[in-house]
């Protein structure tokens, strides 16, 4: 089990096994958050809030949810919006143990 979460852990997601590789995405929105994206089918995330729900952002051709702690700011997750009928989620791997991440190879996306 992959334990992530957000700075003050309001936020907690969990995933059952690792990804193969991770993504960097040099889009507007994922390039200014630093991102390290991580791909699951939806039924594969449990995602958890302690004190308060997620917020979201739904930017440019709004398929896509970004999720962000209300506390601490923490983009931690995204999620496909009505429009987007995919049954696939991204976890930001920045909110796992840097150990975890070591291994696996980054794709750079454009």
């Known amino acids: 089990m ?18 193969e590789t991770l993504t960097s995405c040099n889009c507007s929105i994922c390039n200014r958050l630093g991102a390290l994206w991580s791909y699951y089918q939806l039924s594969e995330v449990k995602v958890e809030c302690k004190n308060e729900p997620t917020k979201t952002y739904c930017q440019g051709d709004k398929y896509l949810n970004m999720h962000h702690c209300p506390i ?8 496909p919006t ?18 975890l991440m070591e291994n696996i190879p980054v794709q750079r996306f454009d």
């Open 72 to 79: 601490c700011g923490c983009t931690t997750h995204y999620t």
């Open 2 to 19: 992959i334990h992530a979460s957000c700075h003050c852990g309001n936020v907690s997601i969990k995933m059952e096994y690792a990804p």
């Open 82 to 99: 009505e429009k987007n009928d995919q049954d696939r989620m991204a976890v930001n791997y920045r909110m796992v143990d840097l150990k």
